[in-house]
């Protein structure tokens, strides 16, 4: 066992040595805080909040007005069978919750109200509430320029409403580079955030749950076997695909919330009679904090930091997974869309810190002196064990209800990454059936290797990738988004008229009637041909091209 050990140790060494030149550079670069009223925040986070903040405004508080319409939506209230595509609206929103809800909704959180104190809890809902409305905007134009091919498959997300978009706003040449830029830090992200450091974390749980029963998982046989295992589930979700993915998510994503949440609201009914003092606490310490590094700034940044990177709203990931719905209208998702950021930042996130604050386990009550004598909280175990020792306090049982957790959270994180991963891969690389084989056994092999080594540089590498793809998603958001304002407007004429009682047939006769221009169909793409290669092949002659084909008035994806 010391010779397989110190073989991984060799090669965690050699990578890291590799790879950490890089990662402080663009950490250094992605990451830059920048000091404000005497506290530090990250610039990526500022870009993220800021983006969340206009689209707010700019869309009349999209997410407040139609809160309810969009549950109507998810529902199936509206739903078309026929329409083009592959899932429901609630297999889209469960396939995209699960790439979002993971370990950072357990151990991050922890993180945040330790450094941040309760009032962080505060203004993570506050950013989670922003975030829904830069979802919004990013579905909407995921199935606005989504790509469906001969066989029904569906490509959709930053890679494709960055190029098309673009090219239709006159900037070929732009859209064709973010594009690329896009598909690389989500592919990157793929391998390493949303693959091997989720199955490095929940093996690292199932060893430290388990270890008073046996040292077998935290040795390598154990590790090997918990990777083989994952490794042929997830393929086993894999290879059928988006349809597959959303079959499983919309069971695993309600099962693991409901397992999860219900167990907060345990803790919380344990210790009901300090839920009011924590909820006046959560309050007043958001704008006067005690014990907390910057003050109101401090407290600010760690809740927006936390909720930030915890639903990646504006990152682009979201749109891959939304744009397979089945749907003429693309707000209609969009709409849908913007629940994600509330239920995984909103609820969860919450429901974690709420739990933390009202139980006051010992770890918590260590973690916040440290905080307020200067000292720092790192590291996703510590942050667990901050949770794990919340929940103790009414339920001596729950580490290992919080294995179970972590791992289903982990797994469907995995499998919803892989397939982002996949549309990423394929626009850089092609979609003959050769190359997505090539991804899925590469992606497999990453969740053994995740099992087996550490490889932290990369991981961190990995969110420096993640948040730079923000950078290119929310640049073409900005100029995309008044064509997802009339996309709106056509929802909402769309729902006023069902409600009163015409037909869909009707109400899309009207709407072709409308259109100022025919709708031409776009040639397929040729299925070995990678989409970034066709790009900077074409300039700006493909994108003369695309103007000519997207003409629609009322802004339907055509259907390959």
Known sequence: MASEESWTDRIDEAVNNVFEPVRDVLSDVVFHEVSILGGDIPLIVGWLVVAGLVFTVYFGFVQIRHFGLALRLVRGRYEQPDAPGEVSHFQALTSAVAGTVGLGNIAGVAIAVSLGGPGATFWMIVCGLLGMASKFVECTLGVRY????????VSGGPMHYLRRGLAE?????????LSVLASVMILFFAFFGGNFFQVNQSLEQLATATREH?????????????????????????????RAIGRVTSRLVPAMAVLYVSACLVVIAFNVREVPD?????VTEAFRPEGVAGGVVGALVMGFQRAAFSNEAGVGSAPIAHSAVRTRRPATEGLVALLEPFLDTVVICTMTALTIVVAG???????????????GVDGGTVGISITSDAFETALPWFPAVLTIAVFL??????????????KAWAHLF??????ETAYKVLFCVMIMAGALLSLGTLVELADAFLFSAAVCNIVGLYLLAPLVKRELGRVLDYVRRRDAGESDAAIEADEKLAAVTPVVLEAPHAPHTPDAVRDFADGADGADESDEEEGPADGLPVAN
């Open 278 to 282: 924590a909820l006046v606490t959560i």
């Open 409 to 422: 959270f982990a797994f469907a994180t995995i499998i919803t990454w892989g397939y982002y991963g996949q």
């Open 146 to 153: 989504r790509e469906i091919d001969e066989r029904g498959r």
């Open 169 to 177: 706003r006159g900037l070929p040449r732009l859209g064709a580079v």
């Open 361 to 375: 386990g010992p770890l918590y009550r260590e973690a916040r002196e440290a905080a307020a004598s200067g000292e």
């Open 214 to 242: 046996t040292g077998f998982f935290a040795g390598s046989g154990g590790a090997l076997l918990f990777g083989a295992i994952v490794a042929v589930l997830a393929a086993a979700v894999l290879l059928g695909g988006i």
């Open 430 to 435: 092609g979609r003959a059936k050769g190359s």
